[in-house]
Structure formats: C-alpha cells, structure tokens
C-alpha cells in the first residue's frame, strides 16, 4: 500500500522560512509527478507546487520565486522550500503523487498533510 508521510510543518514568523519533505513508502515504481498542494480554512484546496520525473516544475503564481521544489526520483522523495513566508500562506500543505500509465487513468496519492501556521 503506497502512503506519502509528511513532515516539517509547523509555526513560523512572517518573512521567515520553513523546508517540508515528504517520503513515499509501499512504491516499487518511480512516481510520475510528485508535489504538494494546500489548503486553508475556508477554502479549496490548490496546487503550490509540482514536478515531474524528467524536472519539469510548476508553481502557483503566489508563491514564485519564495518556494522552491526539489524531489530524488529514485528515493520518491520531494521537498518543498518555503522562504519569505507570509500570512497568507498559512494552510494544511498535503503531498501529492501521481502514477500515470500507458493504459487506464492515472492513480493519485496523498499524505495526511501537515500544518503551517504563519503569524507573529
């Protein structure tokens, strides 16, 4: 059973910075796209930020150039890099993969989430 575990969320300062790793076990397989998404109170969940196995990445607008992806394709491993943290950025950041196959849809995975709570 695949599951993506989540870590290093948490409570930051405004202009501060915070690093989220997230490790898939149960995969024997590269996942296609790895990333993160989140979700604030009140509000529908939206991508931050993805990348795909060949390095292609994908940022929402609000958070370009203070977040930056990173992921080790044979460890299925992604990291996201939060500096320059604002308010607004406080929300449940939830891991995502994706398996894409030549036949059939593809099958997305999620973490649990975790929290970041941005505030002085």
């Known amino acids: 059973q695949v599951q993506l575990v989540e870590s290093g969320g948490g409570l930051v300062q405004p202009g501060g910075s915070l690093r989220l790793s997230c490790a898939a076990s149960g995969v024997i397989f590269s996942l296609n796209v790895m990333g993160w998404y989140r979700q604030a109170p009140g509000k529908q969940r939206e991508l931050v930020a993805t990348m795909t196995s060949p390095g292609n990445t994908d940022y929402a607008d609000s958070v370009k150039g203070r977040f930056a992806i990173s992921r080790d394709n044979a460890k299925n491993t992604v990291s996201l890099q939060m500096n320059s943290l604002k308010p607004e950025d406080t929300a449940v950041y939830y891991c995502?993969?994706?398996?894409?196959?030549?036949?059939?849809?593809?099958?997305?995975?999620w973490g649990q989430g975790t929290q970041v709570t941005v505030s002085s």
């Open positions: 995502h993969g994706k398996r894409i196959y030549r036949t059939g849809p593809p099958i997305d995975y």
